[in-house]
């Protein structure tokens, strides 16, 4: 038996087996700080009975710091392809390894969704290696599509999917587009 619940600072004391896999981002312990203290309802992990944490997601809600144009932000009318809306963030989503295919992932990422959609968010995103296949899939699974491919996204040089899931306020989903995989853009272009 598991139960979720906001992610503690003493958590990360935890988390090493999580973050075991080679293909999950980790930070230094400063940047999983400043998420818990700015986004703190958005930072959860999922605890078994033991007390052990089985996954974790840290996400946070953000949009891009200069003013669209023209402003405010209309997606029809918005010039500047780049600009990002007020949107939910995956910074990392990871479930250790003895404790995958339980659905952990989708039960984190649904979360945070009720979360960004409370907020008003036009949809969640996420960026993941192009060599991934299994998160990919996952991800597909759960609704999300890639909208873009950023080249030399990670320090190694490898690309990246920006994968997004709309949420309700965009109605006529025009935060996602077919063949995101071809549309290729550089690491500046993503901020």
């Not at 996954?55 to 949009?63: D, N, Q, V």
Request: aromatic content about 12%; proline content about 7%; glycine content about 4%.
């Amino acid at each position: 038996m598991c139960s979720t619940r906001p992610m503690k600072c003493s958590d990360l004391f935890k988390i090493n087996k999580c973050n075991l896999d080679p293909l999950v981002e980790t930070y230094n312990i400063g940047f999983y700080l400043e998420y818990l203290t700015r986004w703190p309802m958005l930072c959860q992990v999922i605890e078994n009975m033991h007390g052990q944490i089985e996954g974790y997601i840290l996400a946070k809600t953000e949009a891009s710091p200069f003013p669209p144009n023209p402003s405010p932000y209309d997606p029809k009318t918005c010039r500047n392809p780049n600009y990002l809306p007020w949107h939910g963030h995956v910074t990392a989503l990871t479930v250790a390894p003895e404790f995958r295919r339980q659905g952990h992932a989708r039960t984190l990422t649904a979360a945070l969704e009720r979360a960004c959609e409370r907020e008003n968010c036009w949809f969640v995103d996420l960026f993941v290696r192009v060599d991934n296949h299994t998160a990919i899939a996952m991800y597909r699974k759960m609704g999300y599509t890639v909208y873009r491919r950023v080249v030399g996204y990670y320090n190694d040089d490898t690309d990246a999917f920006d994968m997004r899931k709309p949420l309700s306020r965009d109605k006529d989903k025009l935060h996602i587009r077919k063949d995101g995989e071809e549309f290729r853009v550089e690491p500046s272009d993503v901020w």
